[in-house]
């Protein structure tokens, strides 16, 4: 008879998907530590993602613009609501708030530089503001965020537009974390609290609870900042609609929106991986809530999360988004998850460098996550700077690219006209048809659903003469 | 509500009838020589705001009162100078905040989020105060002689919290630097997740939140109270407890079993 169990290749029945190794040995690995595993990076599951979207670029239909010939617009403007001084981008993507703490001097300075460079912005993360990025940002969001550490008003009186904080894509409903390798005696000093601690940031705002009280705070803010800036209120993507036609009724000039894909310095594994939905899905949401209470266009949306190319941003833009912001990308035009002299990323962390997922440990071998000063060091701000500006201006390039190709003479002429759809996941996140068709889940649907509903009524009506209520 | 100025109702209006982008400064407040008073009754926030501003910095006047104020909102916020305001009557919302300077004495009562993030200065309320009292304080003396509500001094960074009555649930919560000083009793959950700082309280505690602990009063702890008292003429209770972080929750990877169950 057989032996079933016989050690050879005929006798395996096929391994789990749901245990695969990886859960394995974080099952192990939870019964060592006794508590939830921490990581930065963004999501690692597969999610339905700009990849799955296309353009439809003008052929006879539409006619098309000459690239590098014929002018295409990319100036951005930010925040015209109520501001006396709206935000003005030379592009229309900045680099978002990421915080002094979770990245180190060096690498602040040189996201700093680079963006001015590009005649775009920066934002000053949770933690507070550092002189030297302020002195290098030409243009500079400082965040109101609920740790309120650092917070200074004479700093908010030096900023070009102010973000609240109020949710991230990585990990809507909860607050900022720094492990305490990189609470170093600085960091904690300009956060009020005990070096070496394991922070936690507040996920709540101290000092207002519901988006009543948030109108009560924006005007707060309006009033010590002069009406001079922008407003940006910051959201994770979750109930978009809701939370959208909550935060518009709130007062805002602007609101940011962070998809499921969004990187952090420090999250929850968990965390990272099971809050959030995906951007192409929350810009439609956002946009039908703005236009549901008539702030459509009033309000920009701005957006990140997972954006890696001008492909990206365009596609962000075609749905809807007034500008885009990046993190991780920009992390990476530092050279961060690059090989560099001295790393060892396989032997230290156990990962290709492309892998490396490692940011909250504060031993980044490229010394940008990282308060350690001897990694520090093998961060060259000036030349880092220049990878910035370069990736920022390739950005742009790939954004008029494509809007160009469209027929557009402004990459904010994209809409979604100019988009398809490779799957019907995507069809119906995005709100676009899929390829080949003219099918839109839901949407689709919805209208075939109210043209019976019309044509019933109609017969209804000629049968009983209209006497009778449908 | 406010009234809000007709230019912003018919322009660019917000939803709530908050934003006021076109307000200017009514320059109606009555000034003899280094002071002037403030008539606020017919006064948005903006305006009452754009008034002091004028006032403080344009004028260079040194002590304003403001009368009538009717607890309007956001009133006397980021004043970033010394100078001395009385309130005279009640303040909403967000009293007194984002300050680094300024001492202000309100005669009535305040809303929630008084002095929120103020740096230095001193602000006075003579009767009571709501929630979120002295929301990340990070500097100054913030004293109000009646009762407030809950989590006073939340994230509190820094200066020192005077309450002349009782203090509502989770005084003190996330509490990182600073002092309060509680005449009354204090609510459920004092000190709750704080890192660092004191509370010290005369009156009862209903219960200590999640790692807080009671700690020894020294004789610095009391000249310290002392001299609060002092300045601000207040009768000084006798006796005080006085209550700290037992900074069990430091990190996460060192908790003993018997400390795991405290974050649950
Ligand atoms: C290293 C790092 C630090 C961050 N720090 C902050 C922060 O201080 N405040 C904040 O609002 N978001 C912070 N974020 C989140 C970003 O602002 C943004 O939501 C996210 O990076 C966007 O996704 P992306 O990284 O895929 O571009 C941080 C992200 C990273 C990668």
Redesign the pocket.
Known sequence: MADETAPSENTVLGRSQIFTPEVVNDIHMKAELGRYRMR???IFKKIPHWDELVFLPGTLTRFVIEGYREKCETKTVLGGRFAKKPLELDIPVYI????F???SLEAKMALAKGASMAGTAT?????GMIPPERDLSTKWYY?V?QSRYGFNPHHLMLADAV?F?IG???KVGMG?HLMGQKVTEQVAEMRSLPAGIDQRSPARHPDWLGPDDLSLKIQEVREATDYQVPIQL?LGAARVYDDVRMAAKCGPDVIYL??A??????GPHIGTEETGIPLMAAIPEARRALEDVGLADEIDLVV????RNGADIAKCIALGAKAV???????MALGSNKDVAGADYEGTFGVPASDFYH?HTGKDPAGI?TQDPELRKRLNVDEAAVRVYNFLHTLTLEVQMLARACGKTDVHSLEPEDLNALTTEAAAMARVPLAGTKYIPGVTEEKTLTEIRDLLAKHIANDTGGNRDV | MVAVNETSRTGRYDVRGLAEPDAEAPKTARIDGDSAVVDAADLSTRQINLELRRLVYGEGISEVTVTNPGAKHSIAVGLLTRCRITVDGSLGYFACTLGDGPEIHVTGRVGWSLAENMMSGVVVVDKNAGSLTGAAMRGGDLVVRGHVGARTGIDQKGGTILVGGNTGSMTGFMMQRGRQIICGNAGPGLGDSMYDGEIYVAGTVASLGVDCVEEEMTPRDDELLDRKFRIYRMDRPERFRKFVCGKQLYNYDTLEPSERKLVL
């Open positions: 930065g990076g963004g978002t708030g990421m915080s703490g979770a990245l934002c000053s993360g949770e933690g965040q965020i973000e904080f991230q894509g990585c900022g910051k962070d998809g894909e969004g990187g952090t310095g420090a990140a999360g997972g954006i912001a990046i993190g991780s990308a920009a992390l940011w996550t």
